[in-house]
């Protein structure tokens, strides 16, 4: 089994490497343990994100990756506004606009969640990602290329894991307007990851599989 906070800090350090980035409340942050110039070039490409630090194991977890490189002052505020409503729905949030379309990787603590609770958290996400769409690319014809948000969901419990796992698929939304919420099950006491959605890039279910290795 690994530890919620170990898996946590590896997510973080490997979605970084993948190019998201991470804001706490005093700014835009990476873990510390990536390269400079991975950091540097994560600061160019990604724009900004967000990271509300969670209590128990998940705050543990962001302060021991060292989630703690300030690069300055923010200077997108409408991004910022939008991941702050959206981080009342998840422990951490990081967003990727390196592909054109606004991914949300999110970060949730389901030990304490009753899968009705998660589903609904799924329907507020989707809601609530559909904000991001004006800061995705257009693609040739004008149309958006709208928003993916990506719920990885944290179990220390097999059974819990495996019987939301049945239910998971209620987890996925896709609205006309391109916007995409899909959930993914890491359960931490098997050491695997489930995706219930087709990945268009091939790298949600390898950034969390790489974070699940030993």
């Not at 996400?125 to 769409?133: C, L, M, T, V, Y």
């Not at 990506?150 to 896709?174: E, P």
Request: charged content about 25%; glycine content about 10%.
């Amino acid at each position: 089994m690994i530890p919620k906070s170990e898996f946590v800090r590896r997510i973080l350090e490997v979605s970084v490497k993948s190019g998201y980035s991470f804001l706490t409340p005093d700014g835009l942050k990476v873990p510390e343990r990536v390269s400079e110039r991975n950091r540097f070039i994560a600061s160019l490409i990604t724009g900004v994100g967000f990271c509300l630090a969670g209590g128990g194991a998940i705050g543990a977890a962001i302060a021991g990756a060292g989630v703690g490189q300030t690069f300055g002052k923010l200077e997108n505020e409408k991004i910022a506004k939008a991941l702050r409503r959206l981080s009342e729905y998840c422990d951490i949030a990081g967003i990727h606009l390196k592909n054109g379309l606004s991914m949300l990787r999110l970060i949730i603590d389901a030990d304490t969640l009753s899968d009705s609770e998660i589903i609904g958290r799924s329907l507020l996400i989707q809601e609530r990602a559909s904000d991001f769409k004006e800061f995705s690319m257009n693609s040739v014809g004008g149309r958006n290329m709208g928003t993916l948000a990506q719920m990885v969901l944290l179990y220390t419990d097999h059974a819990r894991a495996a019987q939301f796992s049945k239910v998971a698929k209620k987890c996925k939304h896709r609205s006309w307007g391109g916007v995409t919420t899909c959930p993914l099950v890491a359960d931490l006491e098997a050491e695997t990851v489930t995706l219930f959605q087709f990945d268009p890039f091939g790298q949600i279910a390898k950034d969390a599989a790489t974070a699940m290795q030993r």
